[in-house]
Structures are given as structure tokens and as C-alpha cells.
């Protein structure tokens, strides 16, 4: 790879960096305000006031927050590698939010449940195949 080539790739990584960075910073602040929705519905729950539906949702909302969070960091301590996995595991969870906030149709949660299972067969397959750094 000659000069220029590295130091345009430097570049778009460097700029990558601080992107990634700043989209950290406000899923954190983010994760910290879903902590509060999940207190405060927590809160409705437990005085017979809200639904155990809104509680559940604000909870794997928080976990889809965390686990960006999570995917941001992985990216920085594997050497600005993302890790297939973690993005398998936001798929999963972001199908289980959508069963659980529209499950009128069993049709579709039919069709949402054997994505899950396509993706749970698929991360078994990255696991067993694709290795590890």
C-alpha cells in the first residue's frame, strides 16, 4: 500500500473513530433516560396503574441501548473490529420488542419467531465456524 492510500485510510478511520465516539456518548446519555422510564413505569406497575406490556417494552428498549453501547465498546477493544455476534443479539432482541409490543396477529409472530430461530441457528453456525480472535 503506498503513502497516500495509508493516510486516506487513517483519515476516514480517525473520523470513523470520533463518530463512533460521539454516537457512544449519546447512547449512553440515552441508556441513562430509558434507566428513568424503566423506574418510573416500574413504579406504575408495582401501583397497579400501567400495564406489565409498557414495562416489559421500556426493559428491552433499555437492553437495545446497552447493547450498542456494548457494540461500541467491543468495536474499540477488538482493534475497530464489530464482532457479528453482538449485532445477531440486537436482532434478537429488537424481534422479541417488536412481539411483544404488536402481537395481534399470530400469523406475524409466527413469522417474527422463526426469524429468532434463523437468527439463534445462525449465531450457533458463526460460533461453531468463524473463528475467534
Do not use: C
Not at 430509558?34 to 406489565?52: N, T
Not at 424481534?95 to 409466527?110: C, G
Amino acid at each position: 500500500m503506498d503513502k497516500f492510500s495509508e493516510k486516506i485510510s487513517s483519515i476516514f478511520l480517525w473520523v470513523m473513530n470520533i463518530g463512533l465516539l460521539i454516537i457512544g456518548i449519546l447512547l449512553s446519555f440515552g441508556l441513562l433516560i430509558e434507566a428513568k422510564e424503566i423506574f418510573a413505569e416500574g413504579m406504575k406497575f408495582l401501583a397497579s396503574d400501567g400495564s406489565y406490556q409498557n414495562f416489559i417494552e421500556e426493559i428491552l428498549v433499555f437492553f437495545l441501548y446497552f447493547e450498542f453501547v456494548a457494540l461500541i465498546v467491543k468495536y474499540f477493544k477488538n482493534n475497530y473490529h464489530f464482532p457479528l455476534r453482538y449485532f445477531i443479539y440486537i436482532g434478537i432482541t429488537a424481534i422479541v420488542r417488536l412481539i411483544i409490543v404488536q402481537h395481534d396477529n399470530p400469523y406475524s409472530v409466527l413469522i417474527w419467531s422463526g426469524a429468532i430461530l434463523l437468527l439463534v441457528i445462525s449465531l450457533a453456525i458463526a460460533e461453531k465456524f468463524i473463528k475467534k480472535n
